[in-house]
Nanobody
């Protein structure tokens, strides 16, 4: 069982920045960030395939968000810049074996999930 502990959510005005962190207790082939806003479905935001270090981004966040991972302490980050009100959501860190799947759309392959971090962006 991989335990994921998130931190770094908060409130910011539009145009601002936040960084989310996720400390993992174990290793999986893929790690990613998903978000869910009230009344909306969960969506993949960014993901990384760890062996090849390939990264994947939703079109809505490309150029604004950056996913990265610190191998030394097995921590996943999501740097969020130029935040918009529509980025407001609960953000979840996830880890799993996504081999053979789209790591952003196949949320079912992620066996381990963090507790969530609220991100609120005001106009």
């Amino acid at each position: 069982q991989v335990r994921l502990v998130e931190s770094g959510g908060g409130s910011v005005q539009a145009g601002g920045s936040l960084r989310l962190s996720c400390v993992a207790s174990g290793y999986e082939y893929c790690m990613g960030w998903f978000r869910q806003a009230p009344g909306k479905e969960r969506e993949g935001v960014a993901a990384v395939y760890i062996p090849g270090k390939s990264t994947y981004y939703a079109d809505s966040v490309k150029g604004r968000f950056t996913i990265s991972r610190d191998n030394a302490d097995n921590t996943l980050y999501l740097q969020m810049n130029s935040l918009k009100p529509e980025d407001t959501a609960m953000y979840y860190c996830a880890a799993g074996d996504c081999r053979g799947y789209n790591p952003l759309s196949a949320s079912g392959v992620y066996a381990h999930w963090g507790q969530g971090a609220q991100v609120t962006v005001s106009p």
